[in-house]
């Protein structure tokens, strides 16, 4: 039996190359992986994306392909891919296409340094945020926002390798991170059991008060943890290797 291939969906301001070489990783333990940088990041008019834009863009132009081809996929969530990514797997979990006898479908969600967006939330609710706290800055472009402080994201690095990703980051269209989800798949049977949480201890965006408050209100029970900043992309890969990995063995 092939195994899933994990679609990583990047956070917010994060590009596709900022997984290169954790997508290197990951394929190299036999995982195909797929990326794709999302429209709160590319379109040239940011006023005009919310986040259901991101949702369907998941939906159609990352998950589709794969599933016409019969592939299993794991989500590999990454910040504010908790909310858009996740909300984007309605009905196509493995256990709903096989009971349309459908081939291929989800089979395993993993929220890493992440939110957990409720459905009628946003991101920013969900951060619990009414003003925007110093290491998010309006953008020159017009309706975007960057993160401003490297150190933040990539507290594990050295002040020149975090300011070398942090002024690769893009822009991120206001409205994505503004508007409400309508879905999260924590609440839908169809992925009981299939959804994990890791959080990385040295996280300064998503906090311990926050991991709490996640998994209360969402139910998730399959949990790890990392010990690493919240990007990611480039902390403690190693690490993120590891228990991604385990992770896919185990809804494999």
Known sequence: ???????????????????????????????????????????????????????????????????SGGKDVILLCHSYGGTYGAGAVQGLSKRERVARSEMGGVVGIIYIASFCTEPGESTMEALGLSELPAWLALGEKPGTLYISDAATVYP?????????????????????????????????????????????????IITPVMRDRYLERSGIRLTRSVQAGHGIDQEAREEVLRVVGKLAAKFK
């Open 156 to 204: 594990s690095l050295s002040s020149e390798e975090a300011n070398y990703w942090c002024d690769r980051l893009r822009m991120v269209a206001a409205t994505a991170v503004a508007t409400p989800i309508s879905y999260a798949p924590y609440k839908d049977p169809a992925y009981d059991k299939l959804i994990a949480f890791v959080h990385a201890e040295r996280d300064s």
């Open 1 to 67: 039996m092939a195994n899933p291939t994990i679609a990583i969906i990047a956070g917010a301001t994060v590009t596709m190359d900022h997984y290169a070489s954790l997508r290197k990783d990951i394929d190299s333990k036999g995982y195909p992986t797929v990326c794709h940088n999302p429209p709160s990041i590319t379109m040239d008019d940011a006023t005009m994306v919310t986040v259901d834009v991101d949702v369907a863009f998941v939906r159609n132009t990352l998950l589709a392909p794969l599933l």
